[in-house]
């Protein structure tokens, strides 16, 4: 069931134990990615001076023990405003030169712009602004670009659209 909290006035938020987001950061090379995570603990309800934090443990972000040669799955309390549901997404989605999209690249989802339809539109090759990189990707690993706004999507979802609950890479 989604918890409430303070800061949201009372509405509803979709972050509670075990929920699937997406966190982003405000670092310098990871801005205009997300990446998928699970909450370990949720916002607090109670009214405090500081900004809302969260407890995530990302699917595809490790740390290196080194003491055990092992890696494991990253876990962070981060900033509550940058965390948001998984998108959702439309199953068998075609993709135009100009669409705002997220392609999935190294462990995360990360922000660009469809400049070419490639082999029918089986594949699409997307530059990223962050990076000024150009790369080309399956169908498979692209989705329409959404932002997360007083909690609705943003574009919404397409009515008429069939949504894909099997979206790879979560």
């Known amino acids: 069931m989604p918890t409430t909290t303070p800061e949201s006035g009372g509405k509803e938020e979709p972050f509670e134990k075990d929920a699937q987001v997406e ?22 309800s109670r009214i405090t001076s500081r900004k809302p934090r969260i407890s995530v443990q990302f699917h595809t972000l490790t740390v290196k023990d080194p003491l055990h040669d092992t890696t494991h799955p990253l876990r962070e309390s981060v900033d509550l405003i940058l965390v948001r549901p998984i998108p959702p997404r439309e199953s068998r989605r075609s993709f135009r030169v100009d669409d705002d999209v997220d392609a999935f690249h190294n462990d995360g989802w990360w922000e660009g712009i469809v400049i070419a339809v490639i082999d029918g539109g089986t594949r699409y090759s997307v530059y990223f602004r962050s990076s000024r990189e150009q790369i080309d990707f399956p169908e498979s690993l692209i989705r329409l670009h959404r932002e997360w706004v007083h909690g609705k999507w943003d574009p919404p979802l397409d009515q008429n659209a069939k949504v894909d609950d099997q979206s790879p890479c979560v």
């Not at 966190?23 to 607090?44: I, N």
């Open 23 to 44: 966190v982003s950061f405000e670092e310098e090379g990871f801005r205009g990615s997300w990446y998928t995570a699970t909450v370990l603990r949720p916002p607090s």
